[in-house]
Each structure stands twice: as C-alpha cells, then as structure tokens.
C-alpha cells in the first residue's frame, strides 16, 4: 500500500511539473484594446484593511471558498446590517452559504416585507469558473456598511447574496479552467462534484445548490432575482450583457418593466462609468454577427426561463469572457449598484409588473419557442469585433480569428416569437398515489398541491406515448444525447389522448393551475414540455412491458376472435397486404391479436398523470385538504 501511495504521489508530482505554468498565453486570444474606465476608483488599494482578497491581488485573482467565506464572516462581525447563513450543504459537504444585508427588523421573510422595501437576490458561482459576481458582490456588501460609501441602497432595499452557489465546482480550482476567458489567475470548474450543471437543473432540482436557492426564493419571495454569469462565444464590443427573458417567454409585464424603466437606468450608469453595456449576443463562436442574431427562448431548466414562467423577475447577466477580469469585476459592481439604486425607487412599479403576470392564465400555454417563419424581426445597432478567417494546417479548413477591429453596424434580430409546441390548459392534473416522488418535485418548487381524503371518480384526459423512446440530441448545443445532466432523456414521440373514466383512491392529488405557479405546473407535467419530468426520463417504468403470453394459448384465441369480428378481420387483412414485414413475422401477428384482446396491459405506456380539462360537464370536484401551499402570493 505504501508503495502505491509512493507512486501515486511521484505521478501526481509529475503531472503538476508538467502543467505548471501562465494560464492561457494572451497571444492565443484575441486581440486587447485598452481600457480605463471610472470604475477603477472604485476598488480599494491592496493594503487597505478593507480590501477584499481580490482587491488585494490588483483585481486579478479570485479567492478560494474558504478564504472567501472567512472574510465575509469577518465583514459580518463588523456590520449590524448583515447576517450569514448556510441554505444548503454540498455534496461534498461545503455550506452554501447567503448574506443577508437589512436594516429591518426582524431578519425573517416576513419582517422584509413588512419594511415595504424590495428585495434583491443576487447569486453568483452558478457555474464557478464565471466567479466575477462574488467579487464584486463582496466589494458592494462592504461598501453598503462597514466603508459606507454607498450605504444608501440599504435605505431603498434589502439584499440576499449568494457568494459560490457551486461550491464543490468552485474548489476544482486551477489555472487551466476556461480556456476561453480572460482571468483570474485560477478559477473554478462549470459543473458540480457529480459532474452535473447546476443551470440546467432547476426543473429536476437534483443538485444541492439549485434545491437551495428555489428554497430561498419559496421562503424569502424576492422582488428581483439576479443571475451573474460570464459569456462563452465570440467577440465584440459589449463587456456587461445582460436582461430578462423576452415577454413571450412567460412574463411579459416583468420583461417590459426591466427592458423599458430598469435597462436605461442601468445602461447610462454602466456608460458613465466606462462601460460597454448590451444585450445578449447568441450567435456560435466565428459567425459574424452583422449577418444577424437570432433570439432564444430556453426551456425553464435555466434560471432566467425558469424566473419567468413562475413570474418572478429575474435577470441573467452575461459578462464577456475575452475582457479582463478586472474589467469584468468592476462592471458587475456597477450594475448591481446601479439596479440595487434603481429598485429601490421604483418598487412599485417592479411589483404590479410581478403581480400582472401571476394573474395572467394562458390558455392555450406555449410549452416552446421558436423563430421560425412568421417571427417579428426588428433592428439593433450591433458593436461588434470584426472576425477574420485564416486556412489552418491543423483543421485543414478555415478557422475564425478575431481581429480586434471595432466596427459598428445595423443588424436584423430575428425574435424567438412563434409558438412551436402549444396544449391547452386543463383546470388540474391529477397524480396517483403511486407517483408520489413526482408531488414532491412540485412541492419542491413551491406549487401548491391538494391531497385527496376521499376517492374520486372522474373523467379526465389521459395521454399514451406508444412511440416513446430514448431523446437522440436534443434543443441545445450541449445536448448531444439521449444521457444529459446525469438522466435519460426521452422524446414522447406520437402523443394519443384517451378520455377514461378513472377512480382516484384516497391519498391521490390534485394539482390545480389556477394559481400563481399553474404555469410552471403547465410545464413540468405536460410530456410535450421540453422540460418536463416526462421527457427528463422520470417515468421509464410505464415504457417496460412486463406481462406477455405464450403462443399456445394467442393463437387460438386469435381465430376465436377473427371468427367473432367481421371487422377485425378486415383489419388484419389490411395489414397484412399493406406491411410484409408483419406479414413475415409470425410472432408480431401473434402480437397484434394481444394487442387488441381485453388480456393486454391496458396502462401499458399510458402517462399515469391525467388532466382535467376545463368546461368538462361530467367533471367532479376533487374533495381534499390542501396539506401543503408554499406559493406566498
């Protein structure tokens, strides 16, 4: 055992030796213009006891989670207005932990509210490696209380800041993460400790972290949620990107609240201290934007789509991963500042914004959307990095590379506005006791759920899914099999409704949509969804057949039944004339007459979670206790 821990050791030696070095040659990017904005005045100087331990290194490095939460907690000793907390463990065993920074009293949901002032949930670290939100969050709690530089947000708003929401993928520190992005020195990884993204995981809740910040916005109800990230991509001339999932997407009051009083505030704050704000720039690494962009509406697995289809603002901000981290860091700074000030002005208008669209009750509801033919298009003044191409001995073809070169030019955006996947809203799902683990993701998520004390008999929609089977790829570029984020996913292929007749036992449950979260519901149990629990592999069990029959005992009973049905006869002569391969095959003509007799498995790939439609006269009331509500409008 020594020997090999010798040896493992001496390997691990030599792989350090290896790989030591700079990160990341900054000939291999593209090329730099200087920059020197206003907003450098607003870091510490290294040695000044307040200096966070990024400002210490001249804003070029990132601290790691212990260092990070052991400032922080020396920052919370010294300011009365903040608190810290742990909303979650990892798997690893790290907290995760939150800040709350208030003047109110008490610090609980209730009495924030009671102080009538918003508030912001600003979360950083969903993916480690893009780190610039936590310090500059760190610099901002420090500024609002023990500096005091700008302590008046904290008269206009409350705050709750997640630092490092992935926190085992935080600490695979090194400096070879994110080839593609300009600093820290070192920085964390994408993904968590099992490998899977926590911003694609807030439909399943499987991860620790996203299971504790949909806990934190369930229990706190935040005015505004907001997600920092770090772009991949090309170039351009854009440093703070940033905005909310367009209006069809969900939440079109919010988005015309953010886009029409929220982004000019911000944006000019953002100029007026250096920076080159925008908007979000999807389009794949080398294709010259001034051919277009194209608009992009994700599934509600990512925290933006998510925050508006259960209608809470939420902003995604996407930094430029090719500016350099100091710029980076600085320019979030300025942008939560600038938010924190502009919010806290103007409350009310963000939550009669809020309050519309938890009143809205589309019918029919998009599950996915889509830029195809018919979308609006409209024009925006694009800044782009102008791309070059040169032939690469290496791909044996042309490859992108950006020039540096500024230009400025008028692009069409095509907008993401066409419904591609639609269903009618029912009153209510119903889920069998059986399916249990299914309720307890809705509760997870805050939806209200009724369990029946009673049982019930009604008649409801039922879907089959005969041509389900295994997804091969899939809507996003990574997503390239039916095995993603650690499940199987399953595309529902042919989806065939079937009104039955069905008597729900006591302990079932009802799941209305006629409440504030019956969106988010919409989705999360309609198989068409992209996301739903359907297509995200939690009901395999209905796709197995489990109950056959021998052949002696079919094929009598097929002529039985050919003898019986003049039309069944006629059918199974049809298909043999119409299909060889059947015809070829006795055992799938055996099949057939199974298939049709009253012996077959009648759930067989039959969806257990059944709809009850509205304006159904048969319809009865589902009798039960609500044994849970956590939605808090």
Known sequence: MRTLIAVAFLVGVSFTLVHAGPPVADDLLPPLAPW???????????????????????????????????????????????????????????????????????????????????????????????????????????????????????????????????????????????????????????????????????????????????????????????????????????????????????????????????????????????????????????????????????????????????????????????????????????????????????????RRAAAKDRALRPDPVVLEWGSGEGARQTKLRYLGIRPGTLESPVTGGAVVRWTGEPYEADVTVVHADVPVTVVDRPEAYVVPAAWTPIVDKLRLHGIAVERLDAPATLEVETYRVPDAAPAGGGASFDERSAIYEGRMRVDPGKIVTERRTVTYPAGSYRVGTDQPLGDLAVLLLEPRSPDSFFQWGYFLEILDRTEYAESYVIEPLARRMLEADPALTREFREKLASDPKFAADPKARLDWFYRRSPYFDATYRLYPIARVPYGDVSRKPLSGTATESTVSD
């Not at 708003?157 to 090194?174: M, Y």
């Not at 993460?177 to 993904?191: A, F, H, K, L, S």
């Not at 926590?198 to 504790?212: I, M, Q, S, W």
Request: proline share 6%.
């Open 36 to 350: 020197n904005g206003k907003s450098r005045a607003l870091a510490l100087a290294p040695d000044h006891p307040w200096a966070t331990p990024c400002e210490r290194s001249g804003l070029t490095a990132t601290p790691r989670y212990a260092e990070t939460v052991s400032w922080l907690r020396r920052l919370v000793d010294a300011a009365p207005e903040l608190s810290m907390s742990a909303i979650g463990r990892s798997a690893e065993g790290r907290d995760i932990v939150m800040v709350l920074a208030t003047r109110a009293t008490p610090r609980t949901p209730e009495g924030l509210r009671a102080s009538g002032k918003p508030l912001v949930l600003i979360q950083a670290g969903i993916h480690s490696g893009e780190i610039d939100g936590k310090d500059a969050g760190m610099m901002l709690l420090r500024d609002m209380t023990v500096l005091g530089t700008r302590r008046g947000l904290l008269d206009r708003a409350n705050v709750l800041f997640v630092p490092i929401l992935n926190v085992d993928g935080h600490e695979r520190f090194s400096r070879f993460n994110r080839i593609n992005q300009r600093g820290p020195v070192e920085m964390g990884w994408r993904t968590n400790a099992r490998n899977l993204n926590l911003n694609r995981d807030y439909t399943k809740l499987e991860t620790e972290g996203v299971r504790a910040i949909v806990g934190v916005i369930t229990t706190w109800s935040p005015d505004l949620y907001l997600d920092l990230h770090v772009t991949d991509g090309g170039d351009y001339q854009y440093d703070v990107t940033w905005g909310a999932t367009p209006g069809t997407g969900g939440s079109p009051s919010i988005a015309g609240y953010i886009d029409g009083l929220l982004r000019p505030a911000v944006d000019a704050r953002l100029v007026a201290m250096g920076h080159v704000p925008g908007p979000f720039v999807w389009f794949q690494n080398g294709r010259d934007a001034s051919e277009g962009l194209a608009e992009w509406i994700g599934s509600p697995r990512f925290s933006n789509v998510y925050g508006a289809v259960r209608h809470l603002p939420t902003i995604l901000v996407e930094n430029h991963s090719l500016k350099p981290y100091d710029r980076r860091v600085l320019g979030t700074y300025v942008f939560l500042d600038a938010v924190l000030d502009r919010v806290g002005r103007d409350a009310a208008a963000l």
